[in-house]
């Protein structure tokens, strides 16, 4: 028997372990991605600190100060 095939016996699911760790699963509509972001080392730190819904919030706004709006999933500028 393959080590792991009955893994799914004994983990939890997904939502109890999101639970777990304090944060919740994607909504329709919702992604996450790693990118690199460049920025002064106290900011980064700020931002890294901030959970991740709110880290999204931050990037929303920011576009929306530059004025690259962001509707229906694409960018409108």
């Not at 393959?2 to 944060?23: F, I, Q, S, T």
């Not at 080392?41 to 999204?56: I, N, Q, S, T, W």
């Amino acid at each position: 028997m393959p080590k792991g095939e009955k893994l799914h016996l004994v983990r939890p699911p997904r939502e109890a372990l999101a639970a777990r760790w304090g944060l919740r699963l994607f909504e329709d509509g919702e992604t996450g991605e790693r990118v690199y972001i460049r920025a002064p080392a106290v900011v980064l730190e700020r931002f890294k600190a901030l959970p991740p819904d709110k880290r999204g919030e931050v990037v929303g706004v920011g576009l929306e100060a530059l004025g690259l709006e962001v509707q229906d999933g694409k960018e409108a500028r």
